[in-house]
C-alpha cells in the first residue's frame, strides 16, 4: 500500500529552469500585468477565503517597485502558462497572512507547491547572503536561484539536507514510536535524522534508530519523500524492521519510546493519553501505513 498523499509534494507547476538564466527575466515578469506575485514574510503569505482557502496571488502593481534582489523568485508557470514569482515584503500584523504549516493541507496542489517552493528558496537567502569560502557578500544570479561570489567567482545554491525518518516495526507487527524532551508531555513520533556525508540511506536509518532507541534494525524499505522547508530538509520515509525489541533510549534525543499493537495506539489517541503527529507531516502518513488507515489526532501539532 502506497503511503498517503503527501501534502508538502504537490505541485501543478513548471519550474521553468531553462529560463533562470535570463538576466531580464524578474525585471520583464515585473513589468507584465499577467505576472502573479506570492508575497512572502517571514514564512507568512497572505490568503483569501471566499469558499476553498487559496493564496492571495497579486500582479506586480500591487507590491509596488521591485524588491532588491535575492528577496525576488521564479516560482515557474502554472497550466496556463502565467508565471509566478514570489516576493519577500514586509507584512502586516493580519490574521489573513498564514504559513505553510498551517495552510499546507488546506491549499490546492498549485497553491501548496508555489508556497512550499517559496518558503525554502526565500528563507535560504535569507540565511545565506554571504560566499561560505571566502564571506564576501554574493551575488544573485539565475533568477534568484544561485548566489554567485564576486571574488573567487564560485556558485552557490539552495541548500536542502536529506533526512531519514521511518517507522519501526517488530516481528509482532508492534509500531515504536518515540517522544522527545522538547514536546510536550504524551507526544508521540517516529524516529528520525539527518544523514551523515558518506552515508547511504539505510545506513542513516539503521544507526539513528540504534542511537536513539538502542534498537538493531535489519530490512529497510523506503515508502516515499516529502521536501520539509523548515528550514531546509527533504525528508526520505521508510519503515524498518527490528531485530530485537528491547528499548534503550539515548535520553537526549528521545527520552521514552513505546511500542504499540494497532488497538493499543488506537486507545491511547482516543483517550489523549498519546498526541500523535498529523496535518502536513510525513511523519502521520508513514503512521497511517502501518496502521491501515487515519487515526484521531487529538492535540495540536505544529
Do not use: K
Not at 92 to 103: H, I, K, M, S, V
Not at 183 to 207: I, K, N, Q
Amino acid at each position: 500500500m502506497p503511503l498517503a498523499p503527501l501534502q508538502l509534494s504537490r505541485s501543478s507547476v513548471d519550474r521553468r529552469g531553462e529560463e533562470r538564466a535570463d538576466p531580464q527575466l524578474i525585471a520583464r515578469a515585473w513589468a507584465d500585468g499577467a505576472t502573479r506575485v506570492l508575497r512572502w514574510a517571514d514564512g507568512r503569505t497572505p490568503v483569501a477565503g471566499d469558499g476553498a482557502v487559496r493564496l492571495d496571488l497579486v500582479p506586480p502593481t500591487a507590491v509596488g517597485p521591485a524588491p532588491g534582489p535575492g528577496l525576488v523568485v521564479l516560482l515557474g508557470r502554472d497550466a496556463d502558462g502565467v508565471l509566478h514569482l514570489a516576493a519577500q515584503v514586509d507584512a502586516p500584523e493580519d490574521a489573513a497572512w498564514q504559513d505553510l504549516r498551517t495552510l499546507g493541507t488546506v491549499l490546492d496542489d498549485r497553491d501548496a507547491g508555489l508556497l512550499t517552493q517559496a518558503t525554502a528558496v526565500l528563507r535560504w537567502h535569507l540565511v545565506h547572503p554571504r560566499c561560505p569560502r571566502c564571506g564576501e557578500v554574493t551575488e544573485v544570479v539565475q533568477s534568484g536561484w544561485v548566489r554567485r561570489c564576486p571574488r573567487d567567482g564560485s556558485d552557490h545554491f539552495p541548500r536542502t539536507d536529506p533526512a531519514v525518518i521511518m517507522t519501526v516495526v517488530d516481528d509482532d507487527d508492534r509500531l515504536l514510536l518515540g517522544h522527545n524532551p522538547a514536546w510536550p508531555a504524551g507526544r508521540y513520533s517516529t524516529l528520525a535524522g539527518f544523514v551523515e556525508p558518506g552515508e547511504s540511506l539505510e545506513a542513516a536509518v539503521r544507526r539513528e534508530v540504534l542511537e536513539e532507541v538502542g534498537v538493531a534494525v535489519g530490512e529497510v524499505t523506503y515508502l516515499g519523500n516529502q521536501p520539509w522547508p523548515f528550514p531546509a530538509s527533504l525528508m526520505l520515509g521508510f519503515t524498518a524492521r527490528a531485530l530485537d525489541p528491547a528499548v534503550r533510549t539515548d535520553d537526549v534525543e528521545i527520552t521514552d519510546a513505546r511500542w504499540f499493537t494497532r488497538d493499543q495506539l488506537r486507545a491511547a489517541a482516543v483517550a489523549g493519553e498519546v498526541v500523535l503527529p498529523g496535518g502536513i507531516s510525513i511523519a502521520s502518513r508513514l503512521v497511517e501505513h502501518w496502521y491501515g488507515g487515519p487515526l484521531p489526532v487529538t492535540g495540536e501539532w505544529r
